[in-house]
């Protein structure tokens, strides 16, 4: 019977061409593979949730693989390990269910970037640190920080791919301390992108040195500009401390910042696959992303239709495709029996919402239902691409 096998794999980059498949060099993608089809007897390909680049280091990256073995599932870790090279640990091995995937499923991810910050370098420091002489001023780098947390565009601070996905990503935390003479940079997000977190890095060691003043992390942050910010820091400095996956969605989210407000009731989801997406204030350049973004995770989270509720502007129009799904209007009886769904708390919580907005009672305002269209479109414009 075949079962799957969620890996938490810790590993010392420094000797590896990152976690992927690589045809210029040997990745911990490759060494995972080897060693774990030489153990169970049969092909097997492991699926990481984290690509981390060449020299990049990880305490927590998670991975699946499917296998008919009946080897227990716990021991694997144990068995596989009397293999694997010294800098590759396999920390823990357990049976998920057969379609939980580490990329799709909703977790949060926190790295570390380490900087030492004195005259000479420690030798023991080099290849898990970034060395810096010029003295640089933390509590600078903390209120630059501060300007990056909360769901933003991070297109300025991504190394550009082709074909890339939304630049949207949430920021829930961004610390920056100091102790003796190395200062740690922990960040935790939804996810991010391609040299995000190495670029992020380098932009605040431009706010340490004084080259930008703290507020400029603001004025990068909206020219969506990678030319704005700084270098993307070397990766040897970079570790990815661990990933939490999300057991039960939130019942409400909620985002505000300069370009959009909005609130996503997500408590019936589960058993009524029904999300309500209410948006108080959205520039019309970002309009069409906002839509196809949250709609799309919506449906990844379970939900087989959205309620919207555009409260500035009454944007929407039946028929108009977003992404995969297309506007329809409900008659009277199909949006009674939605706002049945709804609890005498979520109702209030909306009525605040609109009126906060400036819009119609919740009865009168012009809701709008969107579905799955079979009208498709490059799927590069909706995935959530998580990294």
């Not at 690509?51 to 990880?58: E, F, I, K, L």
């Not at 297309?326 to 708390?345: A, I, R, S």
């Amino acid at each position: 019977m075949r079962k799957r096998i969620k890996l938490v794999v810790a590993y010392d980059g420094t000797n590896y061409c990152g976690w992927q498949l690589q045809k210029n060099g040997i990745t911990i993608e490759e060494v995972l593979n080897r060693e774990l089809t030489a153990l169970l007897k049969e092909p097997i390909v492991v699926i990481g949730a984290s690509r981390t680049d060449a020299g990049v280091h990880a305490l927590g990256n998670v991975a699946v693989f499917d296998t008919h073995n009946p080897m227990a599932s716990d021991k694997i870790c144990l068995a596989v390990n009397q293999s694997l090279p010294e800098d590759i640990r396999v920390q823990s091995s357990q049976e998920v269910s057969c379609d939980w995937h580490p990329r799709k499923a909703n977790c949060t991810k926190t790295y570390e970037y380490r900087i030492w910050n004195r005259r000479i370098l420690l030798p023991t420091e080099r290849l898990y640190s970034y060395f810096c002489y010029y003295p640089l001023d933390v509590e600078k780098m903390r209120q630059a920080a501060a300007f990056l947390v909360g769901e933003h565009d991070f297109k300025s601070f991504s190394t550009t791919k082709k074909g890339l996905e939304d630049t949207v990503r949430t920021i829930y935390s961004l610390d920056v301390e100091k102790k003796d003479s190395c200062i740690v940079i922990r960040i935790t997000g939804s996810g991010f992108l391609y040299n995000m977190v190495r670029i992020i890095a380098g932009t605040l060691m431009r706010v340490g040195t004084g080259t930008y003043p703290p507020e400029e992390m603001a004025a990068i942050l909206s020219a969506r500009d990678r030319r704005r910010a700084g270098d993307t820091a070397p990766a040897r400095g970079l570790t990815l401390v661990g990933m939490e996956y999300e057991e039960r969605l939130p019942w409400w989210k909620h985002s505000k910042n300069e370009d959009w407000n909005y609130d996503i009731l997500q408590s019936h989801i589960e058993k009524n696959k029904t999300a309500f997406f209410l948006i108080s204030q959205c520039r019309d350049e970002e309009w069409d992303r906002l839509i196809v973004r949250n709609v799309h995770q919506a449906f990844r989270n379970g939900a087989d239709q959205v309620m919207v509720l555009d409260v500035e502007k009454n944007r929407l129009k039946p028929r108009d495709i977003y992404g995969y799904y297309q506007v329809k209007e409900p008659d009277q009886d199909q949006l009674n029996e939605m706002l049945l769904l709804l609890e005498e708390e979520e109702k209030e919580t909306m009525q605040k919402i609109c009126r906060k907005a400036g819009g119609a009672s919740l009865g009168e305002a012009a809701w709008y239902l969107l579905k799955e269209s079979f009208t498709a479109t490059n799927d590069n414009e909706i995935t959530a691409g998580f990294s």
